[in-house]
């Protein structure tokens, strides 16, 4: 008899599926890459909005430090040197009688002082001055001219340019000579346009030669309109008792010194019997306009980086939904929910990253450029360009995490539905 015995048949082995996928970081970045340049034109105009912003951010943060520093040498070159010190309400006003008449001699003592110099104006009593017929018989007529009385250092002290002729000096003071400098619209109405043939005003019945002629201030604009004398004339003729200001010119960084020592050195008795005028410290003057320029161009780069962001986000999303039979057959394939996400953060924080690094690039040659055309010395913190690609990297990680978490989030089999 015979048994047959039954075989079985051997079951295969069963091997468990890996749930963990083992992705490195290079395939990952690979990935990334290719995603990148497969819609280049697209990628590029994203990258432009961060371009323009970063650009803009650096641009401005260079630009308004180098204006700034440009301000205060065109401020220091003549408002920063300027004082004025004039009697106050205790003191009588512009009537006030406590300048005294050697504030000239007394104000070049102190360090700092370039050149100082008086005036006053002349009450002549109401009588007209009128040229004499030299030059030109038909400009005889007589008018009524600002008189004014000036120590010899005032000239200086304004920044007076003459147009031909000369200043009067202490010898013309101290001898109270009677000679006149017009100013350049004071010589226009009286007919007089040179002194080579020595001309002479009548002021009243006195007469007074005219041994120059201004051409420009650049402080006190009112004695271009003036008839000036020196201020030992005035006194003898014109019994005038005191000089009505001072005009200080300060060597640059002085001028706070000079405003505080200079009502003592005047009065020493009561210096609260002189006002000083003096200019605010530019360092202020350059803060104030950096402030401004930062608040304003800074405003303009947020928005051109919100922009860029925005731009970045979008297309990151848009590409999430193109892709989805991709992302299902990575997932189907053991790609983990974190391999996807990374994968889209990277080509975010990739294009962010180069609009960064590009838009440092060009606002530092904006910068250069502007300052060359303005023969200007370029200054930009040297933390500006390099942090300017990091901010441009983690906008792009910023504006690529919902499109990125939301790859992630879609399962295998709902992905390779929606793909097919």
Do not use: C
């Given at each position: 008899m015979v048994t047959r015995t039954r075989v079985r048949p051997r079951r295969a082995p069963v091997t468990s599926v890996p749930t963990?996928?083992?992705?490195?970081?290079?395939?990952?970045?690979?990935?990334?890459?290719?995603?990148?340049?497969?819609?280049?034109?697209?990628?590029?105009l994203t990258v432009l909005g961060t371009v323009i912003g970063v650009g803009a951010l650096v641009a401005t943060l260079g630009l308004s430090k180098t204006a700034g520093s440009q301000i205060v040498g065109r401020f220091d070159a003549l408002s920063a040197t300027d004082v004025v010190i004039t009697p106050?309400?205790?003191?009588?006003?512009?009537?006030?009688?406590?300048?005294?008449?050697d504030a000239e001699a007394r104000l070049l003592r102190l360090n700092g002082v370039?050149?100082?110099?008086?005036?006053?104006?002349?009450?002549?009593?109401?009588?007209?001055?009128?040229?004499?017929?030299?030059?030109?018989?038909?400009?005889?007529?007589?008018?009524?001219?600002?008189m004014k009385a000036a120590?010899?250092?005032?000239?200086?002290?304004?920044r007076a340019r003459l147009q031909t002729g000369r200043f009067f000096d202490a010898g013309h003071s101290e001898r109270a000579d009677r000679v006149l400098v017009l100013g350049a619209n004071a010589a226009h109405r009286l007919g007089i346009t040179r002194v080579d043939q020595q001309p002479a005003v009548f002021v009243g019945d006195r007469l007074y030669d005219v041994i120059g002629l201004l051409s420009?201030?650049?402080?006190?604009?009112?004695?271009?309109g003036a008839a000036i004398m020196p201020e030992g004339t005035a006194?003898?003729?014109f019994a005038l008792q005191a000089p009505g200001l001072v005009q200080v010119e300060t060597r640059i960084g002085a001028v706070e010194l000079i405003a505080r020592q200079a009502p003592r050195a005047l009065s020493p008795g009561d210096p609260g019997l002189l006002r000083v005028a003096a200019p605010p410290d530019p360092r202020g003057l350059r803060g104030a306009v950096q402030g401004d320029l930062n608040a304003l161009f800074l405003l303009l780069g947020g928005v051109s980086l919100l922009v860029g962001a925005i731009g970045i986000a979008n297309v990151t999303?848009?590409?999430?939904?193109?892709?989805?039979?991709?992302?299902?057959?990575?997932?189907?394939?053991g790609a983990g929910k974190r391999h996807i996400a990374g994968q889209f953060l990277l080509e975010s924080t990739a294009m962010g990253l180069a609009g960064g690094l590009i838009g440092a690039s060009v606002g530092t040659l904006v910068i250069v450029g502007v300052s060359a055309a303005s023969t200007w010395t370029p200054v930009l913190d040297p933390w500006v360009p390099l942090g300017a690609p990091l901010l441009g990297a983690v906008i792009g990680l910023v504006s690529g995490t919902y499109p990125a978490l939301r790859a992630a989030a879609l399962e295998p089999v709902e992905a390779l539905r929606a793909g097919t």
């Amino acid at each position: 008899m015979v048994t047959r015995t039954r075989v079985r048949p051997r079951r295969a082995p069963v091997t468990s599926v890996p749930t963990r996928s083992h992705m490195r970081g290079r395939d990952l970045a690979a990935e990334a890459v290719a995603g990148l340049l497969a819609r280049p034109a697209r990628v590029a105009l994203t990258v432009l909005g961060t371009v323009i912003g970063v650009g803009a951010l650096v641009a401005t943060l260079g630009l308004s430090k180098t204006a700034g520093s440009q301000i205060v040498g065109r401020f220091d070159a003549l408002s920063a040197t300027d004082v004025v010190i004039t009697p106050s309400t205790r003191g009588g006003g512009t009537r006030g009688l406590v300048l005294p008449w050697d504030a000239e001699a007394r104000l070049l003592r102190l360090n700092g002082v370039r050149a100082a110099g008086t005036l006053a104006d002349v009450n002549v009593r109401g009588e007209l001055v009128r040229s004499v017929p030299v030059n030109d018989p038909l400009a005889a007529g007589a008018v009524q001219l600002p008189m004014k009385a000036a120590s010899p250092g005032l000239f200086r002290a304004v920044r007076a340019r003459l147009q031909t002729g000369r200043f009067f000096d202490a010898g013309h003071s101290e001898r109270a000579d009677r000679v006149l400098v017009l100013g350049a619209n004071a010589a226009h109405r009286l007919g007089i346009t040179r002194v080579d043939q020595q001309p002479a005003v009548f002021v009243g019945d006195r007469l007074y030669d005219v041994i120059g002629l201004l051409s420009g201030v650049r402080r006190q604009p009112a004695l271009l309109g003036a008839a000036i004398m020196p201020e030992g004339t005035a006194r003898r003729e014109f019994a005038l008792q005191a000089p009505g200001l001072v005009q200080v010119e300060t060597r640059i960084g002085a001028v706070e010194l000079i405003a505080r020592q200079a009502p003592r050195a005047l009065s020493p008795g009561d210096p609260g019997l002189l006002r000083v005028a003096a200019p605010p410290d530019p360092r202020g003057l350059r803060g104030a306009v950096q402030g401004d320029l930062n608040a304003l161009f800074l405003l303009l780069g947020g928005v051109s980086l919100l922009v860029g962001a925005i731009g970045i986000a979008n297309v990151t999303l848009v590409s999430v939904l193109e892709r989805v039979g991709e992302i299902g057959l990575r997932r189907a394939l053991g790609a983990g929910k974190r391999h996807i996400a990374g994968q889209f953060l990277l080509e975010s924080t990739a294009m962010g990253l180069a609009g960064g690094l590009i838009g440092a690039s060009v606002g530092t040659l904006v910068i250069v450029g502007v300052s060359a055309a303005s023969t200007w010395t370029p200054v930009l913190d040297p933390w500006v360009p390099l942090g300017a690609p990091l901010l441009g990297a983690v906008i792009g990680l910023v504006s690529g995490t919902y499109p990125a978490l939301r790859a992630a989030a879609l399962e295998p089999v709902e992905a390779l539905r929606a793909g097919t």
